[in-house]
Nanobody, 115 residues
């Protein structure tokens, strides 16, 4: 499975960004897709995940601000991020997990929230 993420960039506090991630390869094996992020000097943390059936899980600080969605026909996952804060600044990684629990990672896209 290969993952191609896009959509990062610089945004002011309170602004919005939408990340996209397209999967290719053995996509029929994918169960869950999602996003994780890693800020400088910090561990990678969960942002949000979504299963093939549409069940979602969010990290605590993202609830109410971020929305994950998925287009199974396009093998893609999206992350709509609203009300962005400086502490949301990080490299965001797309993740795909197969039914056999193998994890695949995209290359990461940088989100910078700053005035």
């Amino acid at each position: 499975v290969q993952l191609q993420a896009s959509g990062g960039g610089l945004v002011q506090p309170g602004g919005s960004l939408r990340l996209s991630c397209a999967a290719s390869g053995s996509i029929f094996n994918i169960n869950m897709m999602g996003w994780f992020r890693q800020a400088p000097g910090k561990q990678r943390e969960l942002v949000a995940t979504i299963t093939s059936g549409g069940s979602t899980v969010y990290g605590d600080s993202m609830k109410g601000r971020f929305t994950i969605s998925r287009d199974n026909a396009k093998s893609s996952v999206y992350l709509q991020m609203n009300s962005l804060r400086p502490e949301d600044t990080a490299v965001y990684y797309c993740n795909a997990r197969t039914y056999s629990s193998r994890n695949f990672w995209g290359q990461g896209t940088l989100v910078t929230v700053s005035s």
